[in-house]
């Protein structure tokens, strides 16, 4: 028998099952615990997207950092051995540091190809959303809880020797934090086939002047909607479910790269809101970040200790071209609400078939 000894998280009151902080209350092998930021310029040509993970099961932990200039993403990541679970948020030469929770942060990535530091300010409280399931015959492969924020970032950012200075004033973004169950590491073993037809989602946290929206629709390939989450959240703290809503899409022919969604929503006190959102260049989350099939490496991977890795992707090449579509979108979106013009996140993954938006099968692209 193996004597589990105190973690220094045991020393703060914050315990929700009899277990030492040492050990999640689940012995699932992808149990995961996550950041995830987005940075852009909305009148520049740069997007930036990084992470950090922490997967106590697979003794991991790990971080990474992608940037685009025009037609190229640049990737940095970090990997090495999970000894102590603490408030101690570092790999390699990335940390991220909370200065005011749910308000203020610092991330830092130190690597000659690309580095910054930079200051998160959340514009309005982050939200919780709902909670996210989804299922492989029975079995939960997503089980996760999360919560979103827009906002401001100001530092530095260097991205293969090309200096900016990040003003608040312009830069803007969101990030999330999700906890929980998600496909991590090295895949599980096979077992009994159970199928996949498709995998539809959209997730738009905006942000706006005065407010922001954050939604996000999951549906499986017949249209039906297994997450549904649709809210404004006003600067002084406010926050109002904006309903169930409905989607109008515009593809680019031949292709299922979006160009715009029309959400049609409606306020607690009936009457609608309508928000439109065009996409602008952004970053595959399966070329560099680890995401989806990413073949150079994925979240929670054992890598080795101390691992860390900088690739260079061309967008334009055939091979990364071929793929870019079987993966979920970071796109840059500008949005309008009535009179209202914001920026955020329009992310997108539209593979297999998907009846509401015409798609029958995985080759299926539109007219």
Not at 230 to 248: F, Y
């Amino acid at each position: 028998m193996n004597a589990i000894m105190p973690v220094p998280l045991d020393e703060y009151p914050v315990h929700q099952t009899p277990l030492s902080l040492a050990r999640v209350a689940t012995s699932d092998r992808n149990f995961y615990d996550r950041y995830y930021f987005n940075a852009f310029d909305p009148a520049g040509d740069t997007m930036l997207i990084t992470g950090f993970g922490v997967y106590p099961n697979l003794g991991v932990v790990d971080a990474f950092a992608c940037a685009r200039q025009g037609d190229t993403q640049h990737s940095v990541r970090f990997s090495d051995a999970l000894t102590s679970r603490d408030l101690d948020t570092r790999v390699g030469g990335y940390r991220i540091e909370v200065i005011e929770p749910l308000q203020k942060l610092r991330v830092v990535c130190e690597h000659d190809d690309l580095g910054f530091d930079l200051t998160w300010t959340g514009a309005q409280p982050a939200v919780q959303e709902q909670p996210h399931l989804i299922l492989s015959g029975t079995r939960p492969i997503i089980e996760a809880s999360r919560f979103a924020q827009s906002g401001s970032w100001e530092g530095t950012l260097a991205v293969h020797g090309r200096d900016y200075s990040v003003d608040p004033a312009v830069w803007t973004g969101s990030r999330d934090r999700s906890w929980g169950i998600r496909p991590s590491g090295e895949p599980d073993p096979a077992g009994r086939p159970t199928g996949m037809g498709g995998f539809w989602w959209l997730y738009a946290p905006l942000r706006f002047p005065d407010f922001a929206i954050v939604v996000i629709v999951q549906e499986e390939p017949d249209g039906t909607r297994t997450l549904n989450n649709a809210v404004r959240i006003w600067n002084d703290g406010r926050k109002e479910q904006l309903g169930w809503p409905r989607m109008t899409w515009v593809y680019e022919p031949g292709t299922r790269h979006p160009r715009s969604v029309r959400l049609d929503m409606t306020t607690p006190d009936g009457k609608p809101l309508e928000v439109e959102i065009e996409s602008r260049p952004g970053i595959a989350l399966h070329v560099g970040c680890g995401y989806g099939a990413d073949p150079d490496w994925t979240h929670g991977r054992w890598m080795g200790e101390n691992w860390s890795l900088s690739s260079t992707y061309d967008l334009t090449d055939p091979g990364i071209r071929a793929r870019v579509p079987y993966g979920v979108i970071d796109h840059i979106g500008h949005a309008r609400c009535g009179d209202a013009e914001g920026w955020g996140l329009f992310e997108h993954a539209s593979m297999g078939r998907h009846d509401p938006t015409g798609f029958a099968d995985w080759s299926s692209v539109a007219p």
